[in-house]
């Protein structure tokens, strides 16, 4: 089992940047493939990013694609989303999940075995 905690969100005005850092428990960190959520209020969770386990490969949503970046460090057990040129619309509860199931990565939420408790990014204009 993995533990997973976020750190890094915050206020930020639109055009701005912030980076959010997701930190795993255990040894097996490098079994997982993960993932960045976000939910604004009234909506659906949705994929932002998601990475291999070996962090070679990547997907972003169209809504993010060239602003966020998403990377993992195997040795120290984090993953990070770079999010650059902040929009409002960016604004929501960012999560962090992991998962270990047969997919190089996935985007379907019901495939993460492992949530941490979200961070609230909030994008003024």
């Known amino acids: 089992q993995v533990q997973l905690v976020e750190s890094g969100g915050g206020l930020v005005q639109a055009g701005g940047s912030v980076r959010l850092s997701c930190a795993a428990s255990?040894?097996?960190?490098?079994?997982?493939?993960m993932g960045w959520f976000r939910q604004a209020p009234g909506k659906e969770r949705e994929v932002v990013a998601a990475i291999s386990r070996s962090g070679r490969s990547t997907y972003y949503a169209d809504s993010v694609k060239g602003r966020f970046t998403i990377s993992r460090d195997n040795a120290k057990n984090t993953v990070d989303l770079h999010m650059m040129s902040l929009k409002p619309e960016d604004t929501a509860v960012y999560y962090c999940a992991g998962g270990r199931r047969g997919y190089t990565y996935t985007l379907k939420k019901d495939e993460y075995d492992y949530w941490g408790q979200g961070t609230q990014v909030t994008v003024s204009s």
């Open positions: 255990g040894r097996t960190f490098n079994n997982y493939y």
